[in-house]
């Protein structure tokens, strides 16, 4: 049973920085594609960025490019989401969700999520 574990969310203010975890367990991830999500009130959930496991390609939402940074830790077996320059506009919960086959940017396309990370940026 795939499990995602997310943590490092907070309220901060704009123009500060957060680090998201999100620890993986339940079967090997090597070929897995880690992908960020976010989902503010009352809006449908958003790809923010994704990264091969074996290859760490990386692929990110245009408005987060430069301040935001996916990377992951084999030996942990978690992922990582480096939030800069945050904004007001980056409030939302953050889930990170994994898939072996394919990388996409809708969330129907994700059978396991985590129970999400509360980020607040407040102006």
């Known amino acids: 049973q795939v499990q995602l574990v997310e943590s490092g969310g907070g309220l901060v203010q704009a123009g500060a920085s957060l680090r998201l975890s999100c620890a993986a367990s339940g079967r090997t991830f090597d070929n897995d594609y880690m992908v960020w999500f976010r989902q503010a009130p009352g809006k449908e959930r958003e790809f923010v960025a994704a990264i091969r496991w074996n290859t760490g390609s990386t692929y990110y939402l245009d408005s987060v490019k430069g301040r935001f940074t996916i990377s992951r830790d084999s030996a942990k077996n978690t992922v990582y989401l480096q939030l800069n320059s945050l904004k007001p506009e980056d409030t939302a919960i953050y889930y990170c969700?994994?898939?072996?086959?394919?990388?996409?940017?809708?969330?129907?396309?994700?059978?396991?999520w985590g129970q999400g990370t509360q980020v607040t940026v407040s102006s």
């Open positions: 969700t994994t898939n072996p086959y394919y990388y996409s940017r809708q969330a129907g396309s994700y059978p396991y």
